[in-house]
């Protein structure tokens, strides 16, 4: 690689909607743009979350001159101690998003060692040969930044998340006057959010929320449950707001509301008075009708608060009829079925249920198609690179660079793991490296594979058979009739008949001569199951001495 060449490579991200990472390399320089976690979807059974495949760094750690965090949704930070046990590089984000690391740092029991540096919108920072300023970008959450890094190839953008509201909740609109002086700098590309390409338009600002809210909280007979994201700090602050003009308090429910709200309090970013904001156990012996509980769980989560709600699983409190809820967000695509599966659990309780298809109680934090074109229009860069989307955004979000002028050859629509290259102001397609998946589950990281996937979903779909032989120690045959024990496959009275065939088979593979009895059974009974039921349960046999 020559030393001129500037390097981007896409961590994650890229290809799909979370666990956000990107390389910038230069020479023997690297910064680190996010490190983001992607929840899990309905398939991927037992899995907690999912980080980026950043093995890519592995062996270039003490290149790594810094780490970016944008802002502090977990989509960008929620992998951060995953990757600084791997590359101790120091960290650079703005007091709230320092903030809402710091608890994860603390958590993983990496925060005395971490080397965290505040930044404000409109510093700038070098590292290497790199200059960074930091520009403020409107976002569903406060103190949200894009970056503009100057390197000795050019100036690349990158706009993390990002919305244009002109009337958002904390009143600090995107910085349109730096972005405008970085399009007069020249800038060789832009890196875009391409989470809302296709939606053609305006996003509506966040101002919309709080007459919605009104409408809500004037018709609400008792409790009002709004559902959000616990770092969707301007929801909070608006759900805030509106138990102020309506005359109730507001609890959290959950404790990683609970933690992020005393972060952003603790550093101004959230605007509670005291007495507002009462501890549940005390919100839940108040007069319903002054009561709004903040809770966790608008994406269906069966374990989060409003999953736990909907299934009448909660330990502290249940759903009251009286009670409205409110989902106060947007599924995140994949999530689609569950929500809906909740949404209809919290009628069938006779709770009112609100959401986005009924009345505006949220709008987007993404910028859509007009906001994506202004966003280029103001930088006008050379090249462009869509972020931050599933491949079909990433296309879209392309096609309205096109449309703008930015031709084809200069744009690059490429997924995790394929590395641009830019060299004498000109881009291409560089080498192909891993950026894939790495799952956690529980304490493990990354040692679950797609082959533990792909039993847990064959388990979960047709159950299992577990076959006990007992053997003859010295001749190895077969010693009396086989057990079959079965879990989540057929209803065992029903099966009285299909076992007796399963039993049968096993003996007559026993009266062979041939080695390898238990997989002979495993195998042959796996094809009498599914000839039989059309299911393909999971066979395991084992065997026992039988004298
Ligand atoms: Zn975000
Ligand atoms: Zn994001």
Partial sequence: MSEKTLRLVPLGGLGEVGKNMMAIEYGDNILVVDTGIMFPENDMLGIDYIIPDFGYLKDKKNKVRGILITHGHEDHTGAIHHVLEEIPAPIYATALTRGLIEVKLQRGGLLKDARLNTVQAGDTVRLGPFKVEFFHVCHSIPDGVGLAIDSPAGLIVHSGDFKFDHTPVDGWPTD??????????????????????????????????????????????????IGTFASLISRIQQAARAAERHDRVLSLVGTSMVDNVRIARQLGYLELPEGRLVPLDEALKMKPEKVVLMCTGTQGEPSSILGRLATATNRQFDLLPSDTVVLSSHPIPGNEEMVHRTINRLLQQGAEVIYDALAPVHVSGHASQEEMKLLMQLIRPQHFVPIHGELRHLKQHAALARSIGIPAERTAIVENGTVLEFRDGRMQVGERIPGGYVFVDGRGVGDIGPAVMRERESLARDGFVLVNLRLNSKTGALVGE????????????????????????????????????????????????????????MVLVVTSNGA
């Fill in 176 to 225: 349109f006057g730096k972005l405008a002086e970085l399009g007069q700098r020249g800038v060789l590309a832009l890196l875009a959010d391409s989470t809302n390409a296709e939606r053609p338009g305006w996003t509506p600002s966040e101002a919309v929320i709080d007459p919605a809210f009104d409408d809500v909280f004037r018709a609400a007979p008792g409790r009002i449950l």
């Fill in 482 to 537: 086989p057990e079959i024990h079965t879990r989540g496959f057929v209803f065992t009275p029903d099966a009285d008949a299909l076992f007796r065939s399963a039993r049968q088979k096993v003996r007559e593979l026993a009266s062979g001569k041939e080695n390898g009895l238990p997989e002979r059974v495993e195998r042959e009974l796996g094809k009498l199951f599914y000839a039989e039921t059309k299911r393909r349960p």
